[in-house]
């Protein structure tokens, strides 16, 4: 079964720290990957999108992909509490499969 | 990216009713896919909808509870038929496609459905 792990938190952070939400996968056949941010009754919204091995960074986030390990990350530099949301990832082989998604909150 | 208007964005229904849920893309698209996200829990994929041809449904999902179309690359509807309470859930449109939209997936607003 093709599987996308995330840890479900909450991860509690303070405002001004960073952030770090992890994602592991089982499916090698998987090309990309992709951190959407889901604040509670909204539909999910893309945040980043990584292709290669290595960093890909977009302002105060930055994509982590280690195909090797199987795993993705993100990071949240300067966490604010508008950041508070459920981040989740997702791998694309031939559709997306999510992962459960990790609540983090950003304390003030 | 994609401007999706799905609709509608909530209703109550009653026990053993229907309710067809619409969206609408701003641009054609190369894929359309419905699904249902429940309290608390990820988004589960229901099924791929196809233009032209029957939806590719996932595991657990069947036509006859969740019929969907797609008569054009630009709209599509997924109706939940017989609804009982644990249908309700929030049901999400997404796309995808080529061209600018690439293999990224976006979603609709979703509709956020509760069953009496």
């Known amino acids: 079964q093709k599987e996308v792990e995330q840890n479900s938190g909450p991860l509690s952070v303070p405002e001004g720290a960073i952030a770090s939400l992890n994602c592991t996968y089982s499916?090698?056949?998987?090309?990309?990957f992709f951190w959407y941010r889901q604040y509670s009754g909204k539909s999910p919204e893309l945040i980043m999108s990584?292709?290669?091995?290595g960093d890909k960074e977009d302002g105060r986030f930055t994509a982590q992909l280690n195909k090797a390990s199987q795993y993705v990350s993100l990071l949240i530099r300067d966490s604010q509490p508008s950041d508070s949301a459920t981040y989740l990832c997702a791998g694309a082989g031939n559709m997306l499969t999510f992962g459960g998604g990790t609540r983090l909150m950003v304390k003030p | 990216s994609a401007v999706i208007s799905q609709k509608p964005s909530r209703d109550i229904c009653q026990r053993g009713t229907s309710l067809t849920i619409q969206c609408q893309v701003d641009s054609q698209v190369t894929m359309m896919f419905w699904y249902r996200q429940q309290p608390g829990q990820s988004l589960t994929l229901i099924a791929t909808?196809?233009?032209?041809?029957?939806?590719?449904?996932e595991s657990g999902f069947v036509i006859d509870k969740f019929p969907i179309s797609r008569p054009n690359l630009t709209f599509s509807t997924l109706t939940v038929s017989n609804m009982s309470p644990e249908d309700s859930s929030i049901y999400l449109c997404s796309v995808s496609g080529r061209g600018s939209l690439g293999n990224i997936q976006y979603f609709g607003a979703g509709t956020r459905l509760s069953v009496l």
């Open positions: 909808a196809n233009q032209g041809s029957e939806a590719t449904y």
């Open positions: 499916d090698r056949g998987s090309q990309s």
């Open positions: 990584i292709y290669s091995n």
